[in-house]
């Protein structure tokens, strides 16, 4: 089955920096690839996603990118602030079958 | 609104106890999860389910069985709960590939 690895497990950020978590996936057949942020105590919810015929997506402050030939993505926050300090954890797809990176503990310090 | 409820948040089991964790959602969809998540070990798949009666296992289904008689119920059984057991459960589901995933709000279970 597919096997998603994600880094770093934890970072730490001055607020207004810039953020960075890379995720890698093995199965070449996997097609969606969405990121969830989880606050303390509440469920994971989508906060941005990219499919594999697009290369780069953006919303705002965050920004996903897509290299199918290395299968590697990567999720990138820009002008950091406080309220995103949470768990951001990244995913792959293969029909119906999902599977999660360990996740990234993200803190901005203020 | 997409709702999955879980309807236990919190419980204590003893050893051995059998265990239901049920998982509803209100928006006819296909495809249901149940993922397990321990610290530094992310969200890992237990069992999938992708139609009525139909069940996949994930990457740790030892120990764990499912049930989907109904598809808005997918409900989770540990037949002889274990220490080791001890996590939050989270239940999740979806219309298909490569749509949003929901999350259900967890079941916090600890066995002793």
Known sequence: GENVEQHPSTLSVQEGDSAVIKCTYSDSASNYFPW???ELGKRPQLIIDIRSNVGEKKDQRIAVTLNKTAKHFSLHITETQPEDSAVYFCAAQNNNDMRFGAGTRLTVKP | DVKVTQSSRYLVKRTGEKVFLECVQDMDHENMFWYRQDPGLGLRLIYFSYDVKMKEKGDIPEGYSVSREKKERFSLILESASTNQ??????????GSGNTIYFGEG???TVV
């Open chain 2, 86 to 95: 001890t996590s939050m459960y989270l239940c999740a589901s979806t219309t």
């Open chain 2, 107 to 109: 079941s916090w279970l």
């Open chain 1, 36 to 38: 969830y942020k989880q």
